[in-house]
């Protein structure tokens, strides 16, 4: 009878410590989820930006804005989906967090800045001037380095996801972003271009001191006015 009640004893315990592990792991999933969403919320609330500015122009063509706004637009909801029916943790989705999450600081802290002068991610206004201060003192395009690293970010949480199904599906989302990476890093060139046709050598002396994508600045002597 007392090897019963010991192994009795001992089934008890092992269950019991699996329910407080489950319990653990399910409390761990929750906060990782909230904390997830609010990066992701902040992220649409700012890069989304719908209100319509007069006299605000397409630095390219609206077709390829068009399909870059379809397309991110897909994975987003892809992601949020992803987000929300979480149910493990894998490495890749804490990269995938920590990635957004600086992305999403620089995409916040670049409106901000930008004030009055802040249009819809891949437009400018005529009426415009360069921003040398706050986030703009270390980087020259902060806005689409923070959407770029918000986009592998979520990369990571999307192609490990998709890898259970296909390799074409892993394959196409794998396309989708690479064209928005390098759609934003073509939209920062093609807002260099517009600023140095507009401002010429005081853009220059701007872009000989900070850099487009690095936050360390050429020249040690920078300061934000």
Known sequence: SIYYVVCFRMSWL???GLARQHRRKKK???????GSLLIFATFVFYVFDVRHKEGMKPLVSGVWTKIMKMLSASMLVLYAYLLVTLQTIQWTDLVALAITTVGTALVVAAKLTLGRYHTWAGYHLPETTIV???IYSRLRHPLYTGTILFEIGAFFMIFPAMASYSTYLCATVACIFAYMICFNIYLASCESDAMKQKFDKQFDEYKARVRAFIPFNKSANVTGR
Not at 28 to 34: K, Q
């Open 14 to 16: 092992c269950r019991a």
């Open 28 to 34: 761990m999933i929750t906060l990782f989820r909230a």
């Open 132 to 134: 040398t201060h706050g």
